[in-house]
């Protein structure tokens, strides 16, 4: 904002300084030949006030209307360089107007500004290269009597000075400070409004995930409760140590889970099972790949049952193996139908009815 604002004065003092030299190029094209040639009574002289036969210079006359539009508006206009005409030689320049000199003759565009502080108020300084526009500005300046330069010193196009306007920028910069304030409040209210409204939003999806999680876990209990009491499931680490048990091997073992924590389940093993199945089970988990078959225990009364197992390999969120699970069925009744068929046949025989 403030870029732009320091933009629009500078704009406005390129314009201001334009009238300036549009104005003494008419009184140099159109005044100052017609009184050489048909009044030539009449005299040009810095000193023309009054009614006195005299006129100003056109160089003059930009001075005295700079001089009116200092006293008579808010803009400020300042002329100089370091060729004075004998009259103003006296004349001590500024640092800054020094400095305004130095600069606009480097510049390509004959610009140079800076803000300052006046009489206390802020203001910005813009310089503007004053050129040699006509010949006949040339033709005065290296022939001029109170000239303190060289002869023939000057050429169309060059830079002879500066034309500086100097404009209050301290009521301007107080409404884009107001303006940028109400900009800033606008802005914060917005942001705070979008906060409140997106915090609802979050509090509110929040709540709904909370309610959602609680339905999960419930589901979850729910199913791992039922998982729990109908599933012949254990695990253990990879010692074989049992580490979990669940309620319905518990109920078919007639143990309870503190009683099978940390056994192995060696301790459920029927004596007629071949040691042949283990070394196969052991070679299969060594291998990390799942074995299932058919296994005999007995309980804690010491009945016999019969279950068709699966165990895998148990791993981490890692992937790293942690232990082994495994998971029954009971074949019992299955197995007792099988002995009794096998047991009707040997007695009967080969005679069958037809």
């Known amino acids: 904002m403030e870029a732009g604002l320091l933009e629009h004065v500078i704009e406005n003092s390129k314009d201001s300084v334009l009238r300036l030299q549009m104005e003494r190029e008419y009184y140099t094209q159109s005044v100052v030949g017609d009184i050489k040639k048909y009044a030539k009574e009449i005299t040009f002289d810095y000193d023309h006030e009054g009614i006195n036969g005299k006129i100003p210079f056109p160089s003059t006359t930009i001075h005295d209307l700079s001089k009116i539009y200092s006293q008579k508006g808010h803009l400020k206009f300042k002329l100089y360089s370091e060729y004075p005409f004998a009259n103003r030689q006296d004349r001590v320049l500024s640092a800054f107007e020094k400095k305004a000199l130095r600069e606009v003759e480097k510049s390509k565009d004959g610009l140079y500004?800076?803000?300052?502080?006046?009489?206390?108020?802020?203001?910005?300084?813009?310089?503007?290269?004053?050129?040699?526009?006509?010949?006949?500005c040339v033709k005065c300046h290296n022939s001029h009597p109170l000239k303190?330069?060289?002869?023939?010193?000057?050429?169309?196009?060059?830079?002879?000075?500066?034309?500086?306007?100097?404009?209050?920028?301290?009521?301007?910069?107080?409404?884009?400070?107001?303006?940028?304030?109400?900009?800033?409040?606008?802005?914060?209210?917005?942001?705070?409004?979008?906060?409140?409204?997106?915090?609802?939003?979050?509090?509110?999806?929040?709540?709904?995930?909370?309610?959602?999680?609680?339905?999960?876990?419930?589901?979850?209990?729910?199913?791992?409760?039922?998982?729990?009491?109908?599933?012949?499931?254990?695990?253990?680490?990879?010692?074989?140590?049992?580490?979990?048990?669940s309620s319905r091997l518990c109920e078919i073992f007639g143990y309870s889970k503190e009683e099978i924590l940390g056994r192995k389940h060696s301790a459920f093993r029927h004596p007629d099972t071949p040691k042949e199945i283990f070394?196969?089970?052991?070679?299969?988990?060594?291998?990390?790949?799942?074995?299932?078959?058919?296994?005999?225990?007995?309980?804690?009364?010491?009945?016999?049952?019969?279950?068709?197992?699966?165990?895998?390999?148990?791993?981490d969120h890692?992937?790293?193996?942690?232990?082994?699970?495994?998971?029954?069925?009971?074949?019992?009744?299955?197995?007792?139908?099988?002995?009794?068929?096998?047991?009707?046949?040997e007695q009967v025989g080969d005679f069958y009815v037809i």
């Open 279 to 315: 070394e196969e089970m052991a070679q299969t988990l060594q291998r990390d790949e799942s074995w299932q078959g058919e296994l005999k225990n007995l309980t804690r009364e010491g009945k016999e049952i019969w279950s068709r197992v699966v165990i895998s390999p148990l791993y």
């Open 148 to 245: 303190t330069w060289e002869e023939n010193q000057w050429k169309v196009g060059d830079k002879r000075g500066v034309l500086e306007v100097i404009t209050p920028i301290d009521d301007l910069m107080a409404q884009m400070n107001e303006t940028r304030n109400n900009i800033t409040a606008s802005v914060i209210i917005v942001i705070v409004i979008l906060f409140l409204y997106y915090m609802f939003v979050i509090l509110k999806r929040e709540r709904q995930l909370r309610q959602e999680k609680q339905e999960v876990v419930e589901d979850y209990e729910h199913l791992f409760e039922e998982f729990d009491n109908h599933v012949i499931v254990s695990q253990t680490d990879l010692e074989g140590n049992i580490i979990y048990v």
């Open 318 to 345: 890692d992937k790293q193996k942690i232990g082994y699970s495994s998971i029954r069925h009971e074949i019992t009744y299955q197995k007792q139908l099988e002995e009794e068929h096998a047991a009707l046949k």
């Open 113 to 136: 500004y800076q803000k300052d502080m006046m009489e206390g108020k802020e203001v910005l300084r813009v310089a503007i290269a004053d050129t040699m526009s006509l010949d006949a």
